[in-house]
């Protein structure tokens, strides 16, 4: 069968940042580490006044669409994947479309356009119905855009303004894909939850500390779905493990837990037995408090061992690299996740051809869900074409005040008019509003 997946993606940061430990530490009366070690992340990514979710798709769109040679006659289809929408009715889609009709000769009236909602995990879901859509042979030898933009903001005050951030990946799936073989297995864990929710209302009502012990039970869940499917996962399947980041203290979390289950009746328990004994077992337990400690005491002791901090230091932070410096993206974050793993890869001379990812998508609400992914030849080429690092060189680092304006700007309560901050260039920016309420957008040379 042939191969289907992602054949290239391109990335569009916000062109503001603001600094956690430098800016927002200092104003919130906290330590600057409770961001660079607690959260992990160093900066956010924030939209000038001129960008938005459709501008920062559409300019990563733009340049996936340019570096591929790609005309708008070899795309079939347009998803957009985002949790920030400003319409109930037409599709960010729709607006990216029209963006790149100002720029590309031709157009995309024989294109299928959507737009998929399920908080962060709405992307992953977006490839799914790529990938299908293509499987089914419905595409007539098309590709499929994928694009995941959101901008994560919460109200001022929040414990989530921590978190911010606002970007954009664009990703291009296909048949014989250069990137990463999509596995037709995948394993799911979804329950209705009451986590981060935004009920017609701009910014999230979060229930931060249980929406992390949600994220972590719907993980755990999948895990064990996709295992149902592809078979027991050992630490060593996986190169990567790419996950959705909403921040890198999260994904320690996440990965702590994973590595206890993946390790479990394996030679890695046997061989850490004698430093740290064996895996709690319940039916070992009179009572469940008894079981959660002794789990609790098993794994303080396995999250010190050599083996697990080498497999943490191979496997998972470098997936982080970039969330690190933007903050959540929510529907793009696991797929910056993967594409720091990757450059990561690069860096490090890692032969990646055929080795594979295990990928962790989530949103809240709640869903998490688990496949696995195959490098494809052509890889390396395609990371190389990322210019993300200059990106994030080149944002406009605010001041508080600076801040405190731009999150205003963005506020759909609140009308505020703010000088842009850096000038855009080559790229599409917000224009105004038309005679319906729709935005309009423009493309400056
Ligand atoms: N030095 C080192 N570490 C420090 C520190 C210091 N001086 N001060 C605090 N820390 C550590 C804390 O110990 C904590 O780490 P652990 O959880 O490992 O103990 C970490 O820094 C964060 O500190 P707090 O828990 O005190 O932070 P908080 O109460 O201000 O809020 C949060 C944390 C609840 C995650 C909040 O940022 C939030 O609500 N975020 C939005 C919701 C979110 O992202 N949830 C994640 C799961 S849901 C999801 O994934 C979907 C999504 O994208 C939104």
Sequence with gaps: MTAVGIDAIEIWTGNLKLDLPGTFAPEKGEDPEKYTKGLGLNASSFPDSYEDIVTMGANAAHRLMERKGLEPDD????????????????????????????????????????????ACIAGTQSLDDAYNWIRAGRNRGRSAIVIATDTALYARGDAGEA????????????????????????????????????????????????????????????????????????????????????????????????????IRDTSVEDELADEIGRQPRPEAFDDDEAF??????????????????????????????ISREVGNWYTGSVH????????????????????????????????????????????????EALNVESQLEARYDMSWADYEEVHDVHN?????????????????????????????????E
């Design 292 to 321: 959660r400690e002794a789990v609790r005491e098993y794994m303080d002791e396995l999250k010190e061992t050599e083996a697990y901090q080498e497999w943490y230091a191979e496997t998972i932070d470098p997936t982080l690299s």
């Design 163 to 262: 978190t911010q951030g606002a970007g954009a990946v664009a990703m291009l799936i296909s048949e014989d894909p250069n990137l990463v073989e999509l596995s037709a297995e995948q394993g799911y864990g979804s329950a209705d939850e009451t986590d981060f929710l935004k009920p017609n209302q701009q910014f999230p009502s979060v229930d931060g500390k249980r929406s992390v012990q949600v994220y972590l039970a719907r993980m755990r869940e999948a895990l064990e779905d996709y295992e149902s499917v592809a078979g027991d996962v050992h630490p060593d399947d996986f190169e990567y493990a790419p996950f959705h980041t909403p921040f890198p203290g999260m994904v320690r979390k996440a990965a702590m837990l994973a590595y206890r289950h993946v």
């Design 336 to 383: 910056i996740a993967r594409a720091s793993a990757l450059k990561h890869a690069l860096e490090s001379d890692r032969d990646m051809t055929g080795e594979r990812l295990l990928v962790g998508s989530y949103g809240s609400g709640a869903q998490a869900e688990i496949h696995s992914e195959v490098v494809q030849d052509g890889w390396e080429d395609e990371i």
């Design 75 to 118: 795309i079939g289809r347009i998803d957009v994947a985002t949790e920030s929408a400003f319409d109930n009715s037409k599709p960010v889609s729709t607006y990216v479309a029209g963006c790149l009709e100002q720029v590309f000769d031709g157009d995309f009236h024989h294109a299928n356009k959507g737009e998929r909602k399920f």
């Design 412 to 444: 759909h309560d609140m009308d505020v008019d703010v000088e842009e901050f850096t000038a855009p260039e080559s790229e599409f920016v917000f224009d105004g509003w038309g005679r319906m309420g729709e935005r309009k957008y423009r493309y400056v």
